[in-house]
């Protein structure tokens, strides 16, 4: 059995990482969220983490609300940098290996191709640059692995699939931009992939997310299109169009490639638009 402690448990990955775990077999999971493990306080979190004595950590907690992170870069470095480094301090103390879940907001989404794990980063926002320096920490131990993610929906917490359904169900048409592309991750794929790579000993960075390429423009059709409503009522706009603007920038171009994962000789991860399904299916 592989004991595996997770952080950020409540969240979208951990409440679906749970639920992969029930049917993936040598994994015992320990799940913590914010009210058991608090990764910005250390001692609580080398308490926690050395009474589990797990192998390996998969990290998940961070503070994810890109906007609200633009305008507090202490909490965002807090919870995404020093909490990550709690993390760690505590995993090297019982001797456990790190897998951090981090996100395609490092790049600036300038690049005309996917982006592959040996391109630079380059964030372009507080909340890519405060998981930039969780990245950073965590490859300053060679056994730890850098999981970089994008686009995350699942069927709980927020996310992109619960707001469109929400503003299809009061507004005749949606607008939504068509010049940022990327891959929509779906939390239940990305949480048993996880629990695989919980089993073996993959260091270094790796991107892993489910196949296809949209524009949020084309993922509201995509949803809509799951949801049995009509994709014509999505237009297009630009990003300079939004109006207010984000206070976050988003990086235009979000696509991970899956090359490294895809290597391992391990099955990638669905096209999104099954798991995209599932998801509306459990929503409706
Ligand atoms: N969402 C995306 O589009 C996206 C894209 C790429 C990568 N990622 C990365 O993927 C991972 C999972 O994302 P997600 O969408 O599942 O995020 P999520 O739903 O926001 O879950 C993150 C969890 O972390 C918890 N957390 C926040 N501060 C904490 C603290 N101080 N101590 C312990 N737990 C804390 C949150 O708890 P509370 O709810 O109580 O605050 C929440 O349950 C994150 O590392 C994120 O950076 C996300």
Excluded at 8 to 26: F, H, I, K, M, Y
Excluded at 34 to 46: M, P
Excluded at 91 to 103: F, H, L, Q
Excluded at 162 to 184: M, N, Y
Aim: net charge negative; with cysteine; glycine share 6%.
């Amino acid at each position: 059995m592989t004991r595996v402690l997770l952080t950020g448990a409540a969240g979208q990955l951990g409440t679906d990482t749970q639920r992969a775990a029930e049917n993936v077999p040598g994994i015992e999971l320990l799940a913590h969220d914010r009210e058991s493990l608090d990764i910005t306080d250390a001692a609580n979190t080398n308490q926690v983490i050395a009474a589990a004595a797990p192998s390996v950590i998969i990290h998940g907690a961070a503070w994810t609300a890109v906007d609200h992170c633009e305008g507090d870069e202490a909490r965002s470095f807090a919870v995404n940098s020093t909490g990550t480094q709690n993390v760690l301090d505590a995993a090297k103390s019982v001797g456990a290996r790190v897998i951090y879940v981090s996100t395609d907001y490092v790049f600036d989404g300038t690049k005309s191709d996917p982006y592959v794990e040996s391109d630079t980063p380059n964030p372009a926002s507080v909340y890519g640059r405060s998981k930039l320096a969780g990245e950073a920490a965590t490859l300053a131990d060679p056994e730890n692995l850098v999981v970089r993610t994008s686009w995350v929906c699942s069927a709980h917490g927020s996310n992109m699939v619960k707001t469109i359904l929400r503003l299809a169900e009061s507004h005749p048409t949606l607008t939504f931009v068509d010049d940022q592309i990327g891959k929509p991750t779906f939390t239940a794929d990305l949480g048993a992939s996880l629990l695989t790579l919980a089993q073996r000993n993959d260091t270094g960075v790796m991107h892993i997310t489910n196949e296809g390429v949209v524009s949020w423009y084309e993922f509201c059709q995509d949803v809509l299109r799951a949801a049995g409503l009509d994709p014509e009522r999505v237009m297009p706009c630009s990003t300079d169009e939004l109006q207010p603007p984000r206070p976050a920038p988003r990086p235009a171009n979000s696509v991970l490639a899956n090359t490294r994962f895809a290597g391992l000789g391990l099955d990638l991860l669905r096209d999104f638009r099954a798991p995209l399904a599932e998801v509306v299916a459990e929503l409706i």
